[in-house]
């Protein structure tokens, strides 16, 4: 586990028009909760930070009509997965799976991803600095990922 003073200084340190956006997530979540009926939840954990993410998605006709999430852990991991059920509701299972990629390649360094095309997603590429939170920013995407991938198989 990194110590809590450590993830602290780290937050402090993300540039300021970033952490008001990730905090402003973080403190007023959009979409947290459960849905009544999901098509389907998975989950979540990255044991470095103890972050915890469960992601619950409606899905009619390919398309996610709803997301929420829950979870606990540090403002990144839960600032990101309240952005990430605002930026997939409306979106195809094929556009969700796009928005994962494109997400991913910005949050690993791919030089190729312009962020302004991601909207408030953008606020989590300062975390790139951090290697280590990198793991908190992309957990309820991975969880996404995988939930995309049962309903595939289903
Ligand atoms: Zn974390």
């Not at 973080?26 to 954990?45: A, E």
């Not at 619950?56 to 952005?83: N, P």
């Amino acid at each position: 586990m990194l110590d809590r003073e450590e993830l602290r200084r780290q937050e402090q340190s993300l540039d300021d028009l970033y952490r008001d956006i990730i905090l402003e997530y973080y403190r007023s979540p959009r979409n947290r909760g459960r849905l009544p009926s999901p098509t389907v939840s998975r989950d979540g954990q990255n044991p470095l930070c103890g972050d915890e993410v469960y992601l619950d998605l409606l899905v009619e006709d390919g398309v996610i009509k709803e997301a929420r999430f829950q979870g606990q852990g540090c403002s990144i991991s839960q600032a990101s997965a309240s952005m990430l059920t605002e930026a997939v509701r409306g979106l195809s299972l094929d556009e969700a799976e796009a928005l994962y990629d494109r997400f991913h390649r910005l949050m690993t360094g791919d030089e190729t991803v312009d962020p302004a095309e991601l909207g408030d997603l953008e606020a989590l590429s300062g975390v790139r600095k951090f290697p280590v939170r990198v793991k908190c920013a992309t957990l309820a995407w991975h969880v996404l990922d995988e939930a995309i991938k049962s309903l595939r198989k289903a």
